[in-house]
């Protein structure tokens, strides 16, 4: 049973997809790709990069969902005062811009520690433990445990439970995080930039590098092409494996599958997700301490000069960075919500070309961002079409980041919906346009809500295209906060920690404010 | 390799200020090709229009300057920062001919010759360049302007050589010495600009045939290598409100002026960093009219603004460079604390286009391999 003209939904997306990324990028990879672009594969200096990628991807998204399991089985099977509490504060990093992250853990760790491995993969897991926490914790929420009972019962200890029963219900979802998160990771920027060291560096580095830097577009169009590549693989055997191994099951109300901490196990396991929220508040102190502190005294001083406007061209009071910021985010999110919806429309009543239309929307993630800057730039060049230097350019920028995660959001509840609803609407004859409006939409604007919340998350903390596109305008919030971190002097690195502390209120109340409009089965990220 | 000296020869003069004002308005050299402005001269007011002033992320000038130029004038300066002095190059070249604006300013002598390979000015010296030291606009092609100068020296943590009872280093060369060992910290070639320009300094001194065995002694001798300005100095640097255990960091020559503007509370009397007044890269920042403007004679307009007494007063404190023209009153901060290498090192810009790679490919291997 389809809505009708089901295939429709599709247009939308891959026309924004296609005219705002597929576009610009092939005009870059064209300029760039020549037969000389090639000897960049011919270096051992590109290959200590992309082994170097990729072991710390691997460790990272290793280490990640080493110590995201437990916490999401705590924060998601468990029932214990300050449950809801702690889910937020683990999800907050995750939508935190790097240059405020990579600041915190410089003022955090001491320094022979900067530019090692270890830091990388410290950042990268304090990142994206929310990842793991959302999509695993979402789905095993949901799982019947009366499937363990009985293996129980049968005379299964709790390895034995676990090996056979909780961990082939769970591998799917496990496996989708493990794959975003390693998405993430293989392609970090911000966080490689600000706390790596030179011989620390990804292939998205080493692109923007040899773009700004060396001026090599060959070069860089090579290594480009080569990171999309690698990603889309990845992302598509994950897919495939991730269906085969797919149990079919009828699913719970979250709420029926928690109970109360009773076993060793189970006090274990909220000790270590304790442990790791303090692990995680740690920076996000370290900020506000640094915000409140004059010298060797504690004050305001900091908070005030936000207010106040400089005398240079250089100078942008606070609250109109934050003014910018915000209007950049609610175009961001309505593009990201109208196109995401469509696309995640499309995707659930499809069979054909969904597969694809998917990778499609993901493929902006794995794309260095400052080669889709670059295209952007000498692709709408031409006037009525010159977007170069207008605001407009930005939120598009961040929708093509935010509309994946819109999709991760609202797709499984399309999914999830019980096909006997539309049954019984068209049985009592509603028609199917009328079926879609009355079943359907209500479910989908819930999960948009959702959706709403990370796009708006995610356009506030971006670091990574935005960065490249100029604008006449005041910066952004992460932009203004990079810019008075570049600066000398306490005066720049107080009120970088003031502006980071606003940003990370923002975020988290948006991020807040979204979650209370969770549907019962919303998927998450 | 050409290695120049100046700063100090400020007296220098361009041999003929009149043969450049007369290129400003006829260009005969350069690689680019004019867009056939007539060789009129700049009128001193328009009817309101508006020029896009191209620059990075570092500029700043203050703002009543800019309004007081439109009242003047009737031209309206929009200011696009537009990333790190790399990436505003890179777009500009990519965008020859049909640029996002209509003066970029901030292009330096490290990457002119990209600029002038890619035809991405539209040849203008401004006037007001004749009284600039011929060797700031020697390797222009007199299709760029020279604005300020800025050199890139080694500062040292003054109390922690005091401290420790040790005598700062004042050449380069000193760097290599064992009491100098695990003590300096540098920035990447390959990612920051000071990291590029110092490497650029010890080529300069050491020549193409000796600077790797001097970042080898450099190495042996435990340099340390971070990837930005802001890692080194605020991270790794144990001065200037540095939170690391370095005294020794490659900065500014105007670090320590910076250092006494930008300090919490009541102003120190005098800075806790010195500059090393050996071995100082001098980087030259020029403006120019981009190639396919629109209003070609008010972005003339907006270059000469630059080098006005006006807005050359205001660069050091707005931006911490040195203004180009000789004689500009400089703040008593400067005065007092800024370092004025004697003798800074120079390469030419189309041998550091050319040698780029390799060089920085060299240091690579040297320094971290």
Request: glycine letters at 8%; aromatic letters at 8%.
């Amino acid at each position: 049973m389809q809505p009708p003209r089901a295939r429709w939904f599709a247009v939308l997306p891959l026309a924004f997809v296609g005219i705002f990324f597929a576009w610009p990028l092939a005009t870059v990879l064209h300029r760039g790709l020549s037969p000389e672009g090639l000897d960049v594969l011919r270096s051992a200096a590109t290959w200590r990069v992309v082994r170097f990628t990729t072991v710390q991807a691997l460790l990272s998204t290793g280490l990640t969902v080493g110590l995201g399991l437990p916490a999401a089985y705590a924060l998601h099977r468990l029932d214990f005062r300050g449950r809801r509490l702690l889910l937020a504060l683990l999800t907050v990093p995750f939508v935190l811009p790097t240059v405020v992250v990579g600041a915190a853990f410089r003022a955090l760790l001491p320094e022979p520690w900067t530019g090692t491995l270890a830091v990388i993969v410290a950042a990268h897991v304090f990142f994206n433990l929310a990842v793991v926490i959302r999509v695993v914790g979402g789905f095993w929420s949901h799982l019947d445990d009366r499937w363990e009972q009985a293996a129980r019962t049968l005379g299964a200890g709790p390895v034995t439970v676990w090996r056979t029963v909780t961990w082939p219900l769970l591998r799917p979802a496990v496996l989708a995080a493990s794959a975003l998160v390693f998405l993430f990771t293989f392609t970090s920027f911000g966080v490689v930039l600000v706390l790596g060291g030179p011989t620390t560096t990804t292939l998205e580095v080493e692109i923007y590098r040899r773009t700004v830097q060396l001026f090599d577009l060959p070069g860089a169009a090579t290594l480009c092409l080569l990171q999309v590549v690698a990603v889309m693989a990845v992302l598509l055997v994950a897919g495939r494996l991730q269906r085969r191994l797919a149990v079919r099951q009828r699913l719970v109300r979250a709420a029926a599958a928690t109970h109360p901490v009773r076993t060793v196990g189970d006090r274990v396991v909220l000790g270590l997700t304790l442990v790791e929220s303090v692990i995680v508040a740690l920076p996000i102190l370290a900020l506000v301490v640094e915000s409140l502190r004059v010298g060797d005294r504690w004050g305001l001083d900091w908070w005030r000069a936000l207010g106040v406007e400089g005398p240079t061209t250089r100078d942008v009071s606070a609250w109109d960075s934050v003014r910018v910021s915000v209007s950049y985010a609610v175009v961001a999110v309505l593009i990201a919500v109208v196109v995401g919806g469509a696309a995640s429309c499309a995707i659930a009543y499809t069979r054909r070309g969904s597969d694809l239309l998917d990778a499609g929307l993901m493929a902006p993630l794995g794309t260095s961002a400052v080669t889709i800057g670059f295209g952007l730039l000498i692709t709408f060049d031409v006037a009525p079409f010159d977007l170069r230097g207008r605001w407009i350019i930005v939120p598009i920028g961040q929708a093509l980041v935010a509309i994946p995660l819109v999709v991760r959001t609202v797709l499984p509840v399309l999914r999830s919906l019980d096909p006997r609803l539309r049954e019984v609407a068209a049985t009592l004859g509603s028609s199917p346009s009328r079926t879609w409006r009355t079943v359907d939409v209500p479910v989908l604007s819930r999960a948009l809500g959702v959706g709403a919340g990370f796009a708006a998350a995610v356009s506030l903390g971006e670091f990574g295209a935005t960065s490249f596109l100029a604008r006449a305008d005041a910066p952004t919030l992460p932009v203004q906060i990079g810019r008075l971190l570049s600066r000398p002097g306490e005066v720049n690195s107080g009120q970088a920690a003031a502006l980071s502390v606003v940003l990370v209120a923002i975020t988290a109340l948006v991020v807040l404010a979204a979650e209370r409009w969770r549907h019962p089965s919303a998927g998450s990220l | 390799m050409r290695v120049t000296t100046r700063r100090g020869l400020v007296a220098v003069l361009v041999a003929s200020s009149a043969l450049l004002t007369a290129c400003s308005s006829s260009p005969s050299v350069g690689s680019a090709p004019s867009s056939g402005v007539p060789p009129t001269a700049v009128p001193s007011s328009f009817a309101p229009t508006t020029v896009t002033l191209l620059t990075h992320d570092s500029f700043a000038l203050t703002k009543t300057l800019l309004t007081d130029f439109t009242a003047r004038t009737g031209i309206t300066i929009k200011v696009v920062n537009d990333g790190d002095a790399g990436e505003l190059v890179n777009k500009a070249a990519l965008t020859a001919g049909n640029p996002e604006g209509d003066v970029l300013y901030g292009v330096d002598n490290t990457l002119l010759s990209r600029a002038l390979e890619a035809g991405v000015f539209d040849p203008y010296l401004s006037p007001a360049a004749a009284s600039v030291p011929a060797a700031l606009t020697a390797a222009t092609a007199g299709a760029v302007t020279p604005v300020d100068v800025g050199d890139v020296c080694v500062n040292l943590d003054d109390t922690w050589f005091a401290k420790h009872q040790v005598t700062p280093p004042t050449t380069l060369a000193e760097l290599t010495e064992p009491q100098y060992k695990d003590l300096l910290v540098v920035e990447n070639a390959a990612t920051s600009s000071p990291g590029l320009a110092f490497l650029l300094a010890t080529i300069a001194r050491f020549g193409e045939g000796g600077y790797q065995g001097y970042w080898q002694s450099l190495r042996a001798n435990g340099v340390k290598v971070v990837n930005g300005w802001t890692e080194a100095y605020e991270d790794t640097f144990s001065g200037g409100g540095g939170k690391g255990t370095r005294p020794i960091v490659v900065s500014y020559a105007t670090s320590p002026p910076a250092e006494i503007v930008y300090a919490a509370g009541p102003k120190p009397t005098k800075p806790s960093t010195s500059v090393m007044t050996d071995g100082c890269f001098r980087q030259v920042e020029y403006a120019g009219v981009l190639r396919g403007t629109s209003n070609p004679l008010a972005a003339r307009a907006v270059v000469d603004f630059l080098l006005s007494p006006a807005v050359q007063a205001d660069v050091p404190l707005s931006m911490f460079v040195d203004p180009a023209v000789p004689g500009t009153p400089l703040p008593k901060v400067f005065t007092d604390f800024a370092a004025v290498p004697a003798k800074p090192l120079t390469l030419d810009p189309a041998l550091i286009e050319k040698n780029r790679s390799a060089w920085v490919d060299a240091w690579d291997q040297v320094t971290l391999r």
